[in-house]
């Protein structure tokens, strides 16, 4: 079955930029598109990036995505960092035989 | 703007059953493929089934085949999840979600707040 990896945690200072990765098990990751999902402690999921690289209306646009097929992987960036920003990140794609395949998220930490 | 409100959620003992509802409103619901998903505590998420539209497909993922029902009523902007068999890994936060299309594209839109499902003896 095709799995998303991501980093378990990643931190960095308020103002700077971070990166999550998002690495497909096999097959090409750009062959569907990845979302992203935001969740900040005790709230549920909002959409932050979606069809690999567009913002939602009211998310910021220091958030940006991208995919690089030959890392076959998919890419979070956050520049400007807010502690506001801190919590779970989730990458998503679509997989034939499951339908929905969840990475297993990052805790971001704004320090 | 987008609402959905589950409610349902409680404790249960394993073996029983139990219906989610999720109130929509704010969109066109009737127009939208719905999504459950569910968080276990201090875990990632997992989806669990998706309904078109108009009812007329439903996928749902191998952990709950054959023991969840996904349903919706368009007349009362309505989704449910009927959760049977439930067993103690089924404890976890249940979110509905909304599909950016009609016919499902796997991808979420929207979520609710969610509504926690605890099942334990």
């Known amino acids: 079955n095709f799995m998303l990896t991501q980093p378990h945690s990643v931190s960095e200072s308020p103002g700077k930029t971070v990166t999550i990765s998002c690495t497909g098990s096999?097959?090409?990751?750009?062959?569907?598109?990845v979302q992203w999902y935001q969740q900040r402690p005790g709230s549920a999921p909002t959409t932050v990036i979606y069809?690999?690289?567009?913002?939602p209306s009211g998310v910021p646009y220091r958030f940006s995505g991208s995919v690089d097929s030959s890392s076959n992987s998919a890419s979070l960036t956050i520049s400007g960092l807010k502690t506001e920003d801190e919590g779970d990140y989730y990458c998503?794609?679509?997989?034939?035989?499951?339908?929905?395949?969840f990475g297993g998220g990052t805790r971001l930490t704004v320090l | 703007q987008v609402q959905l409100a589950e409610s349902g959620g409680g404790v249960v003992q394993p073996g029983r059953s139990l219906r989610l509802s999720c109130a929509a409103s704010g969109f066109t619901f009737k127009t939208y493929a719905m999504h459950w998903v569910r968080q276990a505590p201090g875990k990632g998420l997992e989806w669990v089934a998706i309904?078109?539209?108009?009812?007329?497909?439903?996928f749902y993922a191998d952990s709950v085949k054959g023991r969840f029902t996904i349903s919706r009523d368009n007349s009362k902007n309505t989704l449910y999840l009927q959760m049977n068999s439930l067993r103690a890994e089924d404890t976890a936060m249940f979110y509905c979600?909304?599909?950016?299309?009609?016919?499902?594209?796997?991808?979420?839109?929207?979520w609710g707040r969610g509504t926690l499902v605890t099942v334990s003896s």
């Open positions: 096999s097959g090409n990751i750009a062959s569907n598109y």
């Open positions: 069809d690999d690289n567009q913002r």
């Open positions: 998503q794609s679509y997989d034939g035989s499951t339908h929905v395949v």
């Open positions: 309904i078109s539209y108009d009812g007329s497909n439903e």
């Open positions: 979600a909304k599909d950016w299309d009609s016919s499902g594209t796997f991808y979420f839109d929207s």
